[in-house]
């Protein structure tokens, strides 16, 4: 298998620099509209899925949890889908794909049911590498974001 070149990484001027192939561009992109889709219907299941991961603890009978949480995953999409062939991102652009990235990861773990780690390893090669350009992406944009500004 090829070595594909991923770079995610804070520049000098303050943006965070995206150098990815044309395939990881369109794979955010695409994570981003299975977040939408999966999400759109407050009654879905992909909607359940996806806010119990990331919502524990708030009250999924409350209209307004669930309009924050729809207009949060719709701003997030949105800023995704504009940004998707993007080299440079502002840190609100990249928590965006971050986000987008981290609630396609929960989904597709959910659709999986995988419930460990070590789950994982039952897993067909091309999932798990499905997973792990997840993974890799999440990982890079962190360390991107956790990077001080230039002074």
Request: hydrophobic share 45%.
């Amino acid at each position: 298998m090829e070595e594909v070149a991923v770079r995610i990484a804070r520049a000098g001027d303050g943006v965070i620099e995206v150098d990815l192939p044309d395939v990881l561009h369109r794979f955010v992109l695409l994570a981003a509209e299975a977040v939408r889709a999966s999400a759109g219907d407050p009654g879905s299941a992909g909607h359940r899925r996806l806010f119990g991961r990331i919502d524990e603890g708030a009250d999924r009978d409350d209209p307004l949890a669930t309009l924050a949480r729809q207009v949060a995953i719709e701003g997030a999409g949105t800023a995704v889908e504009r940004t998707w062939r993007s080299t440079r991102l502002t840190d609100d652009e990249a928590e965006a794909w971050l986000r987008v990235l981290s609630m396609a990861l929960s989904l597709r773990a959910g659709e999986l049911e995988l419930a460990v780690e070590e789950d994982l390893d039952a897993l067909d090669p091309r999932q798990r590498a499905y997973l792990e350009v997840f993974q890799v992406l999440q990982a890079l944009l962190v360390e991107a974001l956790d990077a001080p500004p230039p002074s």
